[in-house]
């Protein structure tokens, strides 16, 4: 089944950086989301996306909708031990929701 | 006070047999979903259920058989397991004619031996 390109894999930072994300998709999304995932839990929505060109913030966390409709990107700024885990972009264009390959982020102390 | 709950959380099973797995929501959606999380941690739909009625099935084997009782309840049975279906076992909800944001629930970790 199709799965969205998400990059990078993995990250690797300190506390206090600012964290950049992105997925890419050869279709066309009517819907963005970005979800995270903590172990052993199920993913928890963060944010969502209706409209191409969008900006939303949720604190610390910044998703846009890419004006092709075929790509999202989420920021997160000063990040804290907290925001450890995999972060999955979703897109949907029918019923369907497509999920990213996942992002692990991963604070270095 | 669980949103979407699953039951149970592990489940450890020997090739062959057949097993259960519940979820249940009390978000007021009408729609269900389960989903596959494999070890790279891909997330798969399997099925999807709306007012009990099948809207989507991802060329899952005969082997798994979903069944939804009620708007709240999507059940998960799996006949004849094998070992590749160990992944853990996520199910979802949403209102579909909203903005059909999808809930998940904790997981269910199947290991079939």
């Known amino acids: 089944g199709q799965q969205l390109n998400q990059s990078p894999q993995s990250m690797f930072i300190q506390e206090g950086e600012d964290v950049s994300m992105n997925c890419t998709s050869s279709s066309i999304f009517n819907t963005w989301l970005w979800y995270k995932q903590d172990p052993g839990e199920g993913p928890v929505l963060l944010i969502a996306l209706y409209k191409a060109g969008e900006l939303t913030s949720n604190g610390r966390l910044t998703a846009q909708f890419g004006i092709t409709r075929k790509d999202s990107f989420l920021n997160i700024s000063a990040s804290i031990p907290s925001d450890v885990g995999i972060y999955f972009c979703?897109?949907?264009?029918?019923?369907?929701?497509?999920f990213g390959t996942g992002t692990r982020l991963t604070i270095i102390p | 006070d669980t949103a979407v709950s699953q039951t149970p959380k592990y489940l450890v099973t020997q090739m062959g047999n057949d097993k259960s797995i519940k979820c249940e929501q009390n978000?007021?959606?009408?729609?269900m979903y389960w989903y596959k999380q494999d070890s790279k941690k891909f997330l798969k739909i399997m099925f999807s259920?709306?007012?009990?009625?099948?809207?989507i099935n991802e060329t899952v084997p005969n082997r798994f058989s979903p069944k939804s009782p009620d708007k709240a309840h999507l059940n998960l049975h799996i006949n004849s397991l094998e070992l590749g279906d160990s992944a853990v076992y996520f199910c979802a909800s949403s209102q579909r004619v909203a903005k059909n944001i999808q809930y998940f629930g904790a997981g269910t970790r199947l290991s079939v031996l």
């Open positions: 979703a897109g949907r264009g029918n019923e369907k929701l497509t």
């Open positions: 259920y709306n007012n009990k009625e099948l809207i």
């Open positions: 978000l007021g959606h009408d729609t």
